[in-house]
């Protein structure tokens, strides 16, 4: 079975840090390109960043230079470093893999809490 957990959520404040962490189970995730995505209340859910199996990235531009994806094939975990946050940041982030690729299936996780206060 196809599993995506992430971790490393909570709340801070305005400018400052934080790494979520999404462990991967149940499929080759060397080969499979990863993201992160987040929702506020209300709102559609939008893509945040994602990571291909070469490690290649992209970012949306509202997190360009302050969020850096990552991930480590050893231990089937992707990482979302965090920095500069806003209050804007605050949402719902998950985790999710990718299809299209034999092997690899569009699979989310549950999601984890981000809160950025003033």
């Known amino acids: 079975q196809v599993q995506l957990v992430e971790s490393g959520g909570g709340s801070v404040q305005a400018g400052g840090s934080l790494k979520l962490s999404c462990v991967a189970t149940?499929?080759?995730?060397?080969?499979?390109?990863m993201g992160w995505y987040r929702q506020a209340p209300g709102k559609e859910r939008q893509f945040v960043s994602m990571?291909?199996?070469?490690?290649?990235?992209n970012y949306a531009s509202s997190v360009k230079g302050r969020f850096t994806i990552s991930r480590d094939n050893e231990k089937n975990t992707l990482y979302l470093e965090m920095n500069s946050l806003k209050t804007e940041d605050t949402a719902q982030y998950y985790c999710?893999?990718?299809?299209?690729?034999?092997?690899?299936?569009?699979?989310w996780g549950q999601g984890t809490q981000v809160t950025v206060s003033t």
């Open positions: 990571i291909n199996n070469i490690a290649a990235t």
């Open positions: 149940g499929f080759t995730f060397s080969s499979c390109g």
């Open positions: 999710r893999s990718y299809g299209g690729v034999l092997g690899c299936q569009d699979t």
